[in-house]
């Protein structure tokens, strides 16, 4: 999906891919006026569904698990840098339900048929934003 924002080409957006290791994730957001992260989760909804959380007032939920061989992921550099008062003013969270998060795995088709709309969620969210200053996906 981070591929499909940046072939957009958009005026002031910075895209960037990432593994997932909190650490990693906090520097990259580092100076940054706002984030969107994108992620493959695992709550148990149905496979394609698309969670979208302001990650600066909401908590991610305990029963969504982005998927991640890191101990310290997107969830715990979320809560760290809100307890360091380090995140960015506007943080979201898109994550895409998946279903077989096995390496080189192709997506299912329905995570596949939510990509345009969770496409159309990240345009929507950096138009929200887009009118002061760059915004990171």
């Not at 520097?27 to 148990?44: E, F, K, N, P, T």
């Not at 997107?74 to 979201?92: F, K, T, V």
């Not at 990509?115 to 969210?125: D, S």
Request: with cysteine; proline share 5%.
């Amino acid at each position: 999906l981070a591929l499909r924002i940046k072939a957009l080409q958009l005026p002031g957006v910075e895209v960037e891919t990432h593994h997932g290791e909190g650490t990693g994730l906090m520097a990259l957001w580092q100076g940054r006026s706002a984030v969107v992260v994108i992620d493959a989760v695992s709550s148990g909804r149905p496979v394609g569904t698309i969670h979208q959380i302001d990650a600066i007032h909401d908590e991610i939920p305990p029963d969504m698990t982005a998927y991640s061989s890191h101990v310290f992921g997107l969830a715990g550099a979320i809560e760290l840098g809100r307890n360091l008062g380090d995140l960015p003013p506007i943080l979201w969270v898109l994550g895409l339900e998946g279903q077989n998060f096995s390496y080189g795995q192709s997506f299912s088709p329905e995570v596949a048929l939510s990509l345009g709309q969770a496409e159309r969620q990240v345009i929507e969210l950096i138009a929200a934003k887009h009118d002061s200053s760059a915004l990171n996906c």
